[in-house]
Nanobody
Framework: QVQLVESGGGLVQAGGSLRLSCAVS????????MAWFRQAPEKDHEFVAG????????YNADSVKGRFTISRDSAKNTMFLQMNALKPEDTAVYFC?????????????????WGQGTQVTVSS
């Protein structure tokens, strides 16, 4: 199977930056697209950004465009989320997810593999 492990979360002041990482292990060759989701308290999972492994095509949610950048290092089987200009409303548990299909999609149900999540807290 596939294992995903997030890291890089923490507490930051509004306007600050964080960089999240998602390390992929196991049957990495079956993964074609990956994404970041987040879940704030008492809210559903929200799509943040996605990336296609083969060509690094990306797709960002409107709420993070211009502030967050998704990228990957295929040699290290690692995906990143650079988060700049953070706002208190960005506070959430951030999850990385992966799937075999090539299409970049934002639906939680389309992703098969999930990490355990990393907490991001932005103070005002």
């Amino acid at each position: 199977q596939v294992q995903l492990v997030e890291s890089g979360g923490g507490l930051v002041q509004a306007g600050g930056s964080l960089r999240l990482s998602c390390a992929v292990s196991g049957r990495t060759y079956i993964i074609n697209t990956m994404a970041w989701f987040r879940q704030a308290p008492e809210k559903d999972h929200e799509f943040v950004a996605g990336i296609r492994w083969i060509d690094s095509s990306t797709y960002n949610a409107d709420s993070v465009k211009g502030r967050f950048t998704i990228s990957r290092d295929s040699a290290k089987n690692t995906m990143f989320l650079q988060m700049n200009a953070l706002k208190p409303e960005d506070t959430a548990v951030y999850f990385c997810a992966a799937r075999n299909a090539l299409a970049l999609v934002g639906s939680r149900n389309e992703y098969t593999y999930w990490g355990q999540g990393t907490q991001v807290t932005v103070s005002s």
